[in-house]
């Protein structure tokens, strides 16, 4: 009975898991896929025996001392690379001189990411392995069990070994590299960069906690069920793929010639910024794969396949200043001022630097002629000096050793890439708490900018954000341009934010490493203000999404004094603290929500709150995972998006009827 009961779990939770991951249709909400997990996870604790490879509690491992070498069984070439139309056909000239007519060809995205070779023996994943140069690459079984569109065990008893590419979406980069700085650890260059770095950590629950995904390409197939015919063109091998439960990338197109392949090429070279994940080319290949076996191999990749290589999205230009930034932790940043040019679409002026520590690897002086690019085509970046005529005459640029601000002397902190001005009076700190206080993601205070609280300031109005609630209408009335109407907006909307719900009170406060989503979860466990702040560093590490660091730095937060007279004040001020978390209902449980475009009756914030509190989610990107998006006022590309893919479109009133508020 427990061992039916223990297979029923397996079976259901990795069927859950291939619709979640894979086909992007979720077929039950997270909060159910929990309770399932959590009982085979008790089960299996308790009756060891039954424990399975392919059971979903055996993603994440322990700790290893290293990686091993590999040989590949069967050795993973690389491509050679075209960079214009005129060298796509030459290639194709070639391949057709050996066949009579036309030639189909293959084309895919080409992931900007890492190629893993995977082995199942009898539809259980056995072995992964990088490539490495090819010949020989490092088993990483371990970390690749935690990524969850590779399958544990195949809808088949197949004996097949996949090649794939293991990649960081865009979205989930930008965030690892948010929350890297906030805790001053260091940054990764690209997604790549990043995809390579959580697959080599030696502690697989770390690999678990990055969002890592694989787009499988090819399979090698040694054995199959009986009733499985060998596919005869590379895209029924696809096809194949994608039945024995592996995710593949929905992006390719079968085409009768290199004029099709052309074609897809120059559609891309710009549709590719709109997804979630780096491409820089096209993979073309031959599709008949009898023909791929009489084209076979150069010393060095297959005849039968090249890589088009999309111009790079990089461009030269000077570094005029490095300017110094310090953020609400007192982390002084560096960021590159630049003479405009025109990169990926949009002018740019500045770009991330990063650390000091980057300008010193990268040795960048200013004055230098420097590269720069869009990180995952979004923030531009520095990448490296591209002239060094001039370089070497120029001053190396040092770190600074005061606060730009209030010329205190800033302090490395072990283990971090970050410099601190520690000064908690700094103007510069105080005044960016205050800008964090009253942003969209915190308290979301309308009309107060950085130009009005560099004012208020200036005139000693406000020092901390419980001085924005001791504001009178007249005090707005003492700042430039300002006048009657502005000064009321300015007061109500402060007035209003005393009712936000706890999390964004949570999330306004600055607390180190604690942002939106931490917030959230924090509210959701302990449910009122007094019992975080009761709650003791074990009690928050245990918290799932919490953490040691995290938890510790929660609890020294709400230790302090000034924190404590802080919010010993913003109760005296009638702050209510209010957690929805309490008041939430089921009923939009499982679905998952885009809001787009400018709401008559409310912020996307206040409709965002109002569907996490009815059970369901909210997201800032349109996926076939996607319920609805609600669509506003000039919604953009996201509703275009989702359009493309099928979503349920909602406009205000039907959204407004759906969560009761008509």
Known sequence: MIEARIKQLRDDLNRYSYHYYVLDNPLISDFEYDILYKELESLEKEYPLFITPDSPT???????????????????????????????????????????????????????????????KDGLFVQGVTRGDGIVGEDITQNLKTIKSIPLKLFT??????????????????????????????????????????LRQLDSSITAKRDLSMFTYTAIIEGVDGESELPKTHWDSIQYIKKLGFKTNPHIRLVDDIDGAIQFCKDWETKRFGLDYATDGVVIKVNRLDYQGELGFTSRAPKWATAFKFP????????????????KTGAVTPVAVLTPVNLAGSVVSRASLHNFDEIKRLDVRIGDRVLIKKAAEIIPKVIKVSETENHWELPIYLPPEECPECHSKLVAREGEVNLY??????????????????????????????????????????????????????????????????????????????TKPLGRFITALSIKMVGKETADILVNEFLTLEDIMNASVEELAKVDGIGDKIAKSIYEFFRDENNKKMIEEFKALGFKFENTVQNRTNELSGKTFVLTGTLNSMTRDEAGDIIKMMGGKTSSSVSKKTSYVVAGVNPGSKLDKAQDLGVIILNEEEFLKLVGRD
């Open 58 to 120: 055996q993603r994440v491992g322990g700790i290893s001392t290293g990686f091993k070498e590999h040989k590949h069984k069967y050795r993973l070439y690389s491509l050679d690379n075209t960079y214009s139309a005129d060298e796509l056909r030459k290639w194709y000239e070639r391949i057709q001189k050996e066949f009579t007519g036309k030639v189909e060809l293959v084309c895919e995205l080409k992931i900007d990411g890492l190629a893993i070779a995977l082995s199942y």
């Open 157 to 198: 008893s197949a004996d097949v070994e996949v090649r794939g590419e293991v990649y960081m979406p865009k979205s989930s980069f930008e965030k690892l590299n948010a929350e890297s700085l906030q805790n001053g650890e260091k940054v990764f260059a690209n997604p790549r960069n990043a995809a390579a770095g959580s």
């Open 312 to 327: 790079p999205e990089e461009i030269s230009t000077t570094l005029e200043n490095i300017e110094l930034g310090v953020g």
């Open 421 to 498: 001005c520690e000064n908690p009076f700094c103007p510069a700190v105080l005044k960016a708490k205050l800008e964090y206080w009253v942003s969209k993601e915190a308290m979301d205070v309308d009309y107060i900018g950085p130009q009005v609280i560099t004012q208020l300031f200036d005139l000693g109005l406000v020092r901390t954000p419980v001085d924005f609630y001791k504001l009178t209408y007249n005090d707005f009335l003492k700042l430039d341009l300002v006048k009657d109407k502005s000064a009321a907006n300015m007061y109500n909307s402060i007035q209003t934010s005393l």
